[in-house]
């Protein structure tokens, strides 16, 4: 069988395993003197997850019996995860749902909701409820409509497999000190869209491994999902709404190559007697099609509420050059901006090179940088 064929066979099998809840499968591990159990590969749980659903299709194998092939080198054994649920096509998953994202294939469960804002450019609409048009990127007006994202923790397994591909500490804070530039991260802490959400069930009590897990949630039989928020989560959301929360996100698709932009406002703090404000801002490629493609450059433009006009250029983006292909479609990555107005806009464009050479830019869609006005405190840390 070919490498294509194969792959829309297990895709195939991937579909009819979820809609008839079969099981899905951990990667593959081993376990090595001192180390413990250990993943093996770096296709991640997404390649091993979509490889493992064929087996319900064969005659069924011994409970962890260890398999020998081509692929699977000796002493290496699937493990039960749990099995799928049919995704929701209304309403929204509850606190402690767990799932498999649908594009970097990391397992997860869902803290809270967020009800954002999506601008997207794709979608014609000839009634504007809210226009984003930054000056010099055309003059189309957008419909926003709301759009259901999740907070959610990462499985610490699956993050060196993903790293590639999504960064695990792209959800920064500004630091509780005097120096203004100073951030840091939760690892493992993601956004995610109701559309990658790919819902399973699990008998395991601790089935995430995460450092925040038992912290923010507890186990309860009696609930479905059976895992419910510790006042610990709730407080912890309360206290950093304003820096955790997504309001507005931005897309637009330039042949076949959709960029979508989520702006978060991080606070403001003081340097040399005048107010810095600071975003983050988290962006994500997807290659819509099956030509192979790579990110060479990247050009932004930033426009401050004081009247600056920033132009940068530069190779890449945080310190990569991505491929994007029919196998690993997506990348997704973290940066961060200040400026010292309370509000400003920024949009450009990424230069992608193809297989012949050629090269081809593509928008990203403005978006604006918009500041708490009603902020009394800057963040200070991570409250508890």
Known sequence: MSGGAARRYVAAALGRCRARGLPLWEPLRERLPGRGVTPLGTGGAA?????????????????????????RPEGKVLETVGVFEAPKQHGKYETGQLFLHSVFGYRGIVLFPWQARLYDRDVASPVTEKSENAAGHGSKEVKGKTHTYYQVLIDARDCPHIS?????????????HDDSRALYAIPGLDYVSHEDILPYSSTDQVPIQHELFERFLMYDQTKVPPFVARDTLCAWQEKNHPWLELSDVHRETTENIRVTVIPFYMGMREAQNSHVYWWRYCIRLENLDSEVVQLRERHWRIFSLSGTLETVRGRG?????????????????????????????MWGTFRFE?????????????FSLESNKDEKTPPSGLHW
Do not use: M
């Open 47 to 71: 390649a091993a997850a979509a490889a493992a659903v064929v087996l319900p299709l064969l005659p069924p194998l011994p409970p962890r019996r260890h398999l020998s092939s081509r692929n």
């Open 164 to 176: 590639q591909r999504s960064q695990t500490e792209a959800v920064t804070f500004l630091a509780n």
């Open 317 to 345: 983006v945080v310190g990569r050059e991505p491929v994007l292909s029919k196998e690993q479609p997506a990348f997704q990555y973290s940066s961060h901006v200040s400026l010292q107005a309370s509000s400003g806009h």
């Open 354 to 366: 193809r297989p012949d050479g050629s090269h081809f830019d593509v928008r990203i869609p403005p």
